[in-house]
């Protein structure tokens, strides 16, 4: 006869082989100390960052700070710089908040506070940022953006920051969230489009503790419906690392302001002119067409990315960008409030152009959103199996998510939905391991330690830092690096045996995030990449063959030709 | 004491087709300044978690006729009261009243499946889903065999998300019921929101045999379509649609989207500006229900409803706005005035069936207010009904001037 045990451990050991493997390992952020410590003997602490109080009283308590991601130092490896915010009382003392930190990467993924010329002084409140090199230099500078002053941050020359806010025209106040460089006009120059949430002000928006704003039977801080939302602003770059404001000849005093969050640049219509996406909190997101010379028309609603399916407007908050089916043009996604889901605009040429359509349930991508709470996204393809995938941040913007009837939670787990090809995907169940739900907010992915897939981090608001070290990418990975300021824009293509896919190089994160203006591409077991092609957005295209891929990995670097010039695209 | 028990299971019974919609489920994603807040009442503040589970075997054969007698004899005093409370209330819309009198019940009777039952149905109904689903389950942990009964299960499990699970309910519903276009409605919306739109459809078309201008599955029929890419069809259903529904926005939206994808920028913009205007009423509405969700019984925010309403020339939506004023009111003036509000809308649309069914209302609700006579003579006249213009006079005589 067989015993108890003989029965139950062989479905136990079933069970554990079919457990799927976590893709991250998830740990808070922890570094040492200042550059000028020794690294052996300063104690490793956590990275954490502040946004107001925990019982988030305000709206602008409640959105967190920015991850922004890039090569400051010119040393070949991800470096951070991490946006956050300040606290009620400092502004009530007029005193300025946390100030932004740089964490230098030694390239294997170990990171350390930067000092010295690395340290920026704080501004009023925090929120996010864009990266791009705005003069011209081949360093990666850096705009902080602020409840109050946007701020210009100048790298010299890979030795540190230098503030140059003033004449540099940007620094109107507001609250700004995201923005994006891009080169709106093609004049080889980078412009930039910030983001825009709402007019706030202490002493006119009611707190939590007026008992005004009620959600589910319980009070809460109020907003932003009914609060004044803010106009978003494009500057052009004048190419001397200063700009003008060039709103009006942009066109956004043609449609209603929304309550801006996050931005994506993405050539939609596939005319060579970099577009823009963005995610307006609960008012309708916005499609900027670009017509060329700094002229853009807002077309969402023709193309239909402004609402859901439903024609219902969304708590648009962050989004991913990517041609998750394979036809040739991308396809949007949107993270949204509880009770309502993430938002997949999937691409289309069936009609008289390339148009859009809510898919969001044939992606299987809504229905897990529902009880969630999304921020920070993010569309590549982490596993490397060839196919895009999707990481989505959770964390409710009320405290109160938990309490009767709310059928939500304040801490949320993270998600990934792995990319099945022909735009479906299906929900990792562990793609986090044991992580703990986190009240988590921005996200920034990209190789962190080298070794060819894709980490990243994570803000939990009121909490750490959290890093995210990619442990089960199961495929092999191409990353292609662009050596130009002019690279923003670019379309990079790759071929391996009969499949191929392509990237837009851009820096804009989704929501107060930025990343590395490089293209990571999983492509399975193949041991060569046999074509990578890059469109620049001059016109020029590069060509590599026969990419050897060695440990799994590769990665080219390639600089613009001054030749070999095609038809614009 | 069986007797009793019975009138239990027939009311059980009569709450079977609750809850009906599904298209309720926006809820609000943000907090808006300028009101007050309501503290949230006590009733509220209770999770249905917290009423354990106690004996759940007692009730094993409780719909078994045969040991209703048996069964009835135990249960302990006051449990019919509060169920009889509990269906007043929800009939009356008074969700708060009906969920303090289910978990009186549920105090002394922690198991008894027709407070479970009711209380799901109510917490749909107050758009708590997840205690909606959790009271379906518990009804389901003592009466595994009445799943016939918990249609609302397949609801909740779909406004949460969890479509697969909704799916599998309806069609476990539809293996123990005979037809209803409601579950079918759901299963099919199931259906859509997993990507089976063939399937859906299929489903769909069940339910328009049996209600061919049944505008919420047309306008759900249309956007299927369009999903599969049979963008002229979907324009042809939506506007369809929109003919059976003309306040609400969705069709019009469909329609929209269908001649934007056809390349028809000029119509499209033209039912844009359509969509705008209705979307704009239809949040107002949305915002003005879910004031009244709590707190039903405010008669000037019915009567906003009614006004949005008529804006809209849709029959359907009037005629909901009115009923709920309808149900706000209680006898006396504030009874008359929507009486004389409901009559005099319809008679406004030139709708005579309608009239003449809100004056017959009149005439029930207020046949004591002289005024009421008064009105009502004028408008069976308009009618064109003689007689009912001169009895009503006389009423009106009779009762003397106010």
């Known amino acids: 006869m067989r015993t108890l045990a003989s029965l139950l451990i062989p479905l136990l050991t079933t069970g554990v082989q079919d457990a799927p493997k976590p893709l991250f390992r998830a740990a808070p952020f922890e570094v040492a100390g200042a550059a000028d410590a020794s690294l052996e003997s300063v104690p490793r602490h956590a990275v954490r960052t502040t946004s107001g109080s925990p019982e988030k009283n305000w709206i602008i308590e409640v959105n967190g700070g920015g991850l922004l991601l890039g090569d400051f130092d010119g040393e070949g490896s991800i470096d951070l710089l991490l946006v956050e915010g300040s606290t009620v009382e400092r502004v009530a003392e007029d005193l300025p908040g946390e100030p932004p930190r740089v964490f230098l990467n030694d390239g294997a993924g170990d990171f350390r506070l930067a000092g010295g010329a690395w340290e920026i002084a704080a501004g ?446 | 004491m069986s007797s009793r028990v019975l009138s239990t299971a027939v009311l059980v019974l009569a709450l079977l087709c609750l809850p009906t919609e599904l298209s309720n489920a926006a809820l609000q994603s943000g907090a808006r300044p300028g009101g007050v807040a309501l503290e949230l009442p006590e009733v509220l503040r209770q999770r249905p978690q917290d009423f354990p589970s106690a004996q759940p075997e007692r009730w094993a054969r409780f719909f078994d006729p045969a040991a209703q007698a048996e069964i009835g004899a135990t249960l302990a005093p006051g449990v019919l009261d509060g169920m009889r409370i509990a269906e007043s209330a929800y009939a009356q819309e008074l969700f708060l009243v009906g969920l303090e009198a289910l978990h009186s019940v549920l105090l002394v009777e922690p198991d008894f499946p027709p407070a479970w039952l009711v209380a799901g149905a109510t917490y749909w109904r107050l758009r708590r889903y997840g205690d909606a689903l959790y009271a379906y389950d518990r009804f389901l942990a003592v009466a595994p065999d009445q799943i016939a009964r918990t249609h609302g299960r397949g609801h909740a499990l779909y406004t949460l998300g969890r479509y697969l699970e909704a799916k599998e309910h309806y069609l476990a519903v539809l293996e123990h019921t005979d037809q209803s276009a409601q579950i079918r409605l759901g299963l099919a919306l199931a259906e859509l929101r997993l990507g089976e739109s063939e399937a859906a459809l299929k489903h769909l078309d069940q339910v328009l045999e049996g209600a061919p201008d049944d505008a919420e599955a047309l306008a759900w029929r249309a956007q299927m379509l369009f999903d599969l890419g049979h963008t002229a069809e979907a324009l042809e259903g939506a506007r369809r649609a929109a003919q059976h529904s003309p306040g609400d926005p969705r069709p019009v939206w469909i329609a929209m989207e269908a001649l934007f994808e056809l390349g028809r920028d000029d119509e499209a913009q033209r039912e844009e500006k359509r969509w705008r205007v209705l979307e704009r009423s239809a949040a107002d509405r949305r915002a003005i229900e879910g004031r009244l969700l709590l707190h039903p019984r405010q008669p000037h925010l019915a009567r906003q409803l009614v006004e949005n309403a008529v804006a809209t020339k849709d029959v359907g939506l009037i005629g909901a706005a009115l009923g709920r004023l309808r149900a706000s009111t209680s006898p006396g003036e504030s009874a008359l005035s929507a009486c004389v509000l409901a009559v005099e809308t319809w008679l406004g649309l030139g709708a005579q069936d309608e009239a003449r069914r809100a004056a017959l209302d009149m005439e029930r609700r207020c046949a004591s207010e002289p005024a009421a006579w008064q009105r009502l003579a004028v408008y069976w006249a308009a009618l064109g009904d003689l007689e009912r213009a001169e009895r009503a006079q006389q009423r009106y005589r009779d009762l003397g001037p106010p």
């Open chain 1, 124 to 569: 009023r409140w925090g929120t996010g940022g864009a990266l791009g090199d705005v003069n011209g230099d081949g360093t990666l500078d850096a705009v902080v953006l602020e409840w109050g002053p946007d701020r210009l941050l100048i790298n010299d020359g890979g030795k540190g920051f230098v503030e140059r806010t003033k004449d540099s025209g940007l620094g109107t106040g507001g609250w700004s969230t995201s923005a994006a460089f891009l080169d709106a006009d093609q004049d080889g120059v980078l412009d930039l489009f910030v983001v825009r949430y709402l007019e706030f002000d202490f002493a006119t928006i009611p707190s939590r503790a007026s008992r005004e704003c009620v959600w589910k039977g319980h009070p809460v801080m109020c907003g932003p419906e009914g609060l004044t939302p803010s106009a978003d602003a494009f500057y052009r770059g004048n190419g001397d690392g200063t700009f003008h404001d060039a709103s009006d000849t942009f066109g956004l005093g043609a449609v209603e302001p929304g309550y801006g969050l996050g931005v994506v640049t993405v050539d939609i219509d596939r005319d060579g002119r970099t577009d823009l996406y963005v995610s307006n909190d609960s008012t309708p997101n916005h499609l900027w067409r670009n017509l060329g010379e700094g002229k853009f028309e807002e077309v969402g609603l023709a193309l239909g990315v402004a609402l859901d399916a439903n024609g219902r407007e969304q708590a648009g908050m962050g989004i991913a960008v990517g041609d998750a089916d394979g036809d040739g043009h991308a396809d949007l996604f949107v993270t949204n409030f509880s009770g309502e889901h993430n938002a997949f605009y999937r691409s289309s040429t069936r009609g008289a152009r390339v148009r859009y359509s809510d898919r969001s349930h044939a992606s299987r991508l809504a229905g897990p959103s529902v009880p969630r709470l999304g921020w920070g996204t993010q569309m590549a393809d982490f596993d490397q199996d060839g196919e895009l995938d999707l990481v989505v941040i959770n964390g409710h913007v009320y405290p109160q998510a938990g309490a009767p009837g709310t059928d939500t939670m304040y801490a949320q787990p993270a998600q990934v939905f792995a990319g099945r090809g022909a735009g479906r995907f299906d929900e990792h169940p562990s793609a986090f391991g044991a992580a703990p739900p986190i009240v988590g907010r921005a996200s920034a992915f990209a190789d962190l330690d080298g070794d060819g897939d894709l980490d990243g981090f994570a803000i939990e608001v009121d909490g750490a830092v959290w890093r995210y070290e990619n442990v089960g990418a199961s495929g092999h990975a191409l990353l292609v690096e662009l050596g130009s300021v002019r690279s923003l824009g670019a379309r990079v293509e790759v071929w391996v045996q009969e499949r191929a896919w392509w990237r837009e190089v851009s820096t804009a994160g989704g929501f107060q995030s930025a990343l590395p203006a490089s293209a990571h591409f999983g492509i399975g077991a193949a041991q060569k990449v046999d074509r990578v092609r890059i469109q620049w957005p001059s016109g020029a295209v590069s060509e590599v063959l026969d990419v050897p891929v060695r440990r799994g990995f590769a990665r080219v670097r390639i600089e613009e030709p001054a030749v070999s010039k095609e038809e614009p695209r």
